[in-house]
C-alpha cells in the first residue's frame, strides 16, 4: 500500500538548498596527457584479440603501454574488467571512479584500483564518442554506474537460465586465462566500466536507463595502463542496447582489442603509480 505522507511547510525550501560536491578532483595527480598522446602516435600494435558477440576474450597490457576497444562490425556495447596482472585483489573500482569523475568518463579521466591500492589502473587518452556529451534525457557513454547484466538478476526479475550475459562471459574468460574452475573464477569478476554504452537516470524515478548506443564502426576508446593489467571485455547480449539484454534477441558484433607498445624512450621518465599512501592504521 502506497503511504502519503504530507510534505512540511518547508518542503520547497529544504528541495531548493544548493548541492555540494562529495569529492573535488581539482587536487588528484595529474596524468601528462600530452606524453601520452605523443607516446602514442609512436605506438606499434603488439597483440590483438577480439570478444565474438556473447563471448568476452582477456588481454594483457603492460605498465606503459596502450590498449585499445574498438567496434569493428556493428553497434556493440562493452563490459570491461581490470586486474592487477600480478595480484588479482586489486582490481578496477567502479563506484570510486563514478565518485571522483562522474557518472561517465572520457579523455583525461581514470580507472581507479580498489582498496587499499586505490590508485590510477588506465587513464583514457583517446575517446572516439567524446562528442556525444550529454543528452536531453541525461544519457551519456562509457558509463560506470551500471553494474553488468548477469544470471541472477536475469533468473530474479524473469526465471531465466541465460549464461551468455556479461558477467558469465567474464567468468568463463577468466577461468581460462587463468586455468581454473568457473568457481574459482567467480568472485575475481566485479562491476564494470560499460564501453560505449549510452545510459543515464530518469529524471522522475531515478531508474538506471540504456537507449541505443552511438558507437558505430571505427569508434574506439583507448586507455594508457599505469600498471601491469588484465583485462576482460565482454561483448552484451545486448548489442547496442537500444532495446534489450540478457537474451539472444539483439544483434550484436564483436568487440576488438589492440595492444600497442610506444618507441623506446617515448615516455621519457614516466614511472608506474605508486599504491595509496594512507599507513592502513586506521585509527589504532
Known amino acids: 500500500m502506497t503511504q502519503y505522507v504530507t510534505p512540511p511547510s518547508d518542503a520547497d525550501d529544504r528541495r531548493a538548498v544548493e548541492p555540494v560536491i ?17 607516446a602514442l602516435d609512436t605506438a606499434e600494435t603488439v597483440s590483438v584479440v577480439q570478444a565474438a558477440p556473447r563471448e568476452a576474450c582477456t588481454f594483457q597490457a603492460p605498465a606503459g603501454s596502450f590498449f585499445r576497444v574498438t567496434s569493428v562490425e556493428g553497434p556493440q556495447v ?18 570510486k571512479t563514478r565518485a571522483l569523475h562522474g557518472t561517465h568518463v572520457t579523455i583525461g579521466e581514470r580507472m581507479w584500483s580498489s582498496f587499499p591500492h586505490l590508485r590510477p589502473m588506465a587513464t583514457i587518452v583517446e575517446d572516439s564518442l567524446a562528442w556525444y556529451g550529454m543528452d536531453r534525457f541525461g544519457g551519456s557513454v562509457h558509463d560506470v554506474i551500471g553494474t553488468r ?72 576508446l583507448t586507455f594508457f595502463a599505469e600498471i601491469d593489467v588484465l583485462g576482460a571485455l565482454s561483448a552484451c547480449p545486448g548489442g547496442d542496447c537500444s532495446a534489450s ?13 589492440e595492444v600497442l607498445r ?22 589504532r
Do not use: I
Open 22 to 38: 562529495c569529492y573535488p578532483n581539482e587536487t588528484l595527480p595529474k596524468s601528462d596527457l600530452a606524453l601520452y598522446q605523443n
Open 78 to 95: 562493452g563490459d570491461l574488467n581490470l586486474w592487477n596482472a600480478r595480484d588479482l585483489s586489486e582490481r578496477f573500482y567502479s563506484g
Open 149 to 220: 547484466c548477469d544470471p541472477y538478476t536475469g533468473n530474479l526479475l524473469s526465471d531465466v537460465q541465460y549464461h551468455h550475459c556479461c558477467h558469465s562471459n567474464l567468468t568463463r574468460a577468466l577461468a581460462d586465462a587463468l586455468g581454473v574452475s568457473l568457481q574459482e573464477a567467480e568472485p575475481h569478476v566485479h562491476d564494470v566500466l560499460n564501453v560505449f554504452m549510452c545510459t543515464g537516470f530518469t529524471r522522475d524515478t531515478g531508474q538506471y536507463f540504456m537507449k541505443a548506443s552511438p558507437v558505430r564502426p571505427g569508434d574506439h
Open 245 to 257: 539484454h540478457t537474451s539472444d534477441v539483439a544483434q550484436c558484433y564483436p568487440l576488438q582489442v
Open 262 to 283: 610506444p618507441a623506446e624512450g617515448a615516455l621519457a621518465d614516466w614511472q608506474s603509480p605508486e599504491p595509496n599512501g594512507y599507513d592502513q592504521s586506521h585509527g
